[in-house]
Nanobody
Framework: QVRLVESGGGLVQAGDSLTLSCAPS????????MGWFRQAPGKEREFVSA????????DYADSVKGRFTISRGNAKNTVYLQMNSLKSGDTAVYYC?????????????WGHGTQVTVSS
C-alpha cells in the first residue's frame, strides 16, 4: 500500500523558515519524481516545486523561486522542502506527491497534507 506522509508544518511568523518532510512508502522511492503542491483556503491546489528521481533536476513555481529549496535523500526515502523568508501568502496545506517525471500536474500518489500558517 502506497503512503505519503508529510510532516513539519506549523505556525510561524513572516520571515521565518520551515522545513517540510515527506516520507513515502509502498513503492520504489528512488524511481519516482517527487513534487510539492499547496492549497490555500478558497483557492485551487497549485504547484510549488518538483525534483527528479535522481535529484538532478528541479522545478519551482515563480512565487517560491529563490525562497524554497526542494531536495531528496534516496537513502532515507525522504523528500524535503526548505522554505525561507515565508510570507503570509505561503499559508496553505502543503501536499507531497509522487509521479513518473518532473511535472507541474501529473502525479500518481498523494499525501494528505500538512498545514503551514504564516502570520504577518
Amino acid at each position: 500500500q502506497v503512503r505519503l506522509v508529510e510532516s513539519g508544518g506549523g505556525l510561524v511568523q513572516a520571515g521565518d523558515s520551515l522545513t517540510l518532510s515527506c516520507a513515502p512508502s509502498g513503492y520504489t522511492f528512488s524511481s519516482y519524481a517527487m513534487g510539492w503542491f499547496r492549497q490555500a483556503p478558497g483557492k485551487e491546489r497549485e504547484f510549488v516545486s518538483a525534483i527528479s528521481s535522481s535529484g538532478g533536476r528541479t522545478d519551482y513555481a515563480d512565487s517560491v523561486k529563490g525562497r524554497f529549496t526542494i531536495s531528496r535523500g534516496n537513502a532515507k526515502n525522504t523528500v524535503y522542502l526548505q522554505m525561507n523568508s515565508l510570507k503570509s501568502g505561503d499559508t496553505a496545506v502543503y501536499y507531497c506527491a509522487a509521479g513518473p517525471r518532473v511535472s507541474r500536474s501529473v502525479y500518481e500518489y498523494w499525501g494528505h497534507g500538512t498545514q503551514v500558517t504564516v502570520s504577518s
